[in-house]
């Protein structure tokens, strides 16, 4: 006769049988309960790769910080979870997957590119219109770039191999859109005559049409919270700022300005926010009606969205003179901030918290 092992000794091997773990008597291949009917690749590639003493690592963490702080740790945030691990990304993007993306739209903007500067596209822009490429769309590669550098951080700190995964993609997307811009203006600079490719970097520096959104990168980039900075980046600052900016005025403006290469380079970000927005919107959705922590989570997510609403809303008019440059006007600042705001208090709406009165006026 085998002896019972008594419950309340710890384990302490490794060995087959030695514990019981959730899913231990189960004669299906998949070990976890996927978010549909059936497991995805992107789930059979993502969930757990990331290990969780929590879920399978009997041993507790192998490997801890010399202040003793383990190799991911929930205290890394000020959200809470009752179970991190339910989150899965609504893009489904993995590693191969993504690299998959990333190449599709290097080629398309590669090919725009080349085919509009073998057309002579850049010789007929307006020469206003030259101006604001130089000084002022040069300056925003900087806030795309801030962004990467932002997120790139943020995402070593996630508690699941899920959630890193969404921020790093994030992340990446960030960062090809910044050297997809300075790409860019550097080819058609060989194009325009007197092309100035270090003028963003001067407005960027010291002009004080950008200062408010350099502050606001600075901010973001300076939170030590890993989902603060996730938070910041996609339910505040992209739709106030940065897609006020990339659809609100060059998506809107720049055809009139015989410009249509431009908006092409700059619809690839457009697309890029639409799958990290969808991300961003489940996690912050799941953690505001987590049963056990969703009071916390919310307070906490209205809290941010002050204290980073404030920063993106004055960021945003202090951007208002950039629509008074271009010699025809086709889009009004304030009905573009309107719209930002009111895409701003949707998004909110889909987490469950509402809009701080700095932005619902």
């Known amino acids: 006769m085998s002896a019972v092992r008594d419950e309340s000794t710890p384990v302490t091997s490794g060995a087959a049988g030695a514990a019981q773990f959730p899913g ?7 070990y976890y309960e996927p978010k549909g009917r059936k497991a995805t690749h992107y789930e059979d590639m993502t969930l757990d790769v990331q290990p969780d003493p929590k879920r399978y690592l009997l041993q507790d963490w192998i490997l801890s910080f010399p202040d003793g702080t383990s190799t991911y ?53 307006d020469k206003t219109w030259v101006k604001v490429l130089e000084q002022h769309v040069s300056a925003y590669k900087h806030a795309e770039f801030g ?4 997120t790139m951080h943020a995402q070593r700190y996630g508690y699941t191999q899920m959630i890193n995964s969404a921020i790093l993609t994030n992340s990446s997307y960030k960062l090809r859109f910044a050297q997809d811009l300075t790409l860019y203006l550097s080819d058609i600079g060989l194009d325009i005559g007197g092309f100035n490719i270090d003028a963003g970097k001067e407005h960027w ?7 408010g ?17 996730y938070f ?52 912050f959705h799941i953690l505001a009606n987590d049963p056990e922590h969703g009071a916390h989570n919310r307070k906490l997510f209205a809290r941010w969205l002050a204290q980073y609403g404030e920063l993106a809303l004055s960021a945003a008019k202090q951007l208002q003179p950039i629509w008074s440059l271009p010699h025809v006007k086709v889009a009004q600042f304030d009905g573009v901030l309107d719209s930002a705001l009111e895409r701003a208090r949707h998004i909110a709406s889909q987490i469950g918290v509402e809009l701080p009165a700095c932005l619902a006026a």
């Open 232 to 283: 910041s980046v996609n339910v505040v600052f992209e739709p106030l700022v940065a897609e006020l900016f990339r659809s609100g005025f060059i998506m809107q403006v720049a055809a009139a300005q015989n410009d249509f290469v431009t908006p092409t380079v700059v619809s690839s970000a457009e697309g890029d926010y639409q799958r990290n927005l969808a991300n961003a919107v489940d996690l």
């Open 213 to 229: 959104t350099r502050k606001l990168i600075e901010t973001i980039g300076g939170a030590t919270d890993y989902l603060e900075k």
């Open 73 to 125: 740790s929930e205290d890394w945030t000020e959200a809470r979870s009752s179970n991190w691990h339910v989150f899965r990304a609504v893009d489904e993007e993995w590693e191969r997957t993504h690299y998959q993306r990333q190449s599709t739209i290097v080629g398309m903007v590669t090919h725009a590119i080349e085919n509009a500067r073998r057309s002579g596209a850049p010789a007929r822009f």
């Open 205 to 211: 520096l010291n002009d004080p049409i950008w200062q």
């Open 147 to 150: 962004l990467g550098t932002a």
């Open 24 to 30: 231990w008597d189960s004669r299906k291949y998949n």
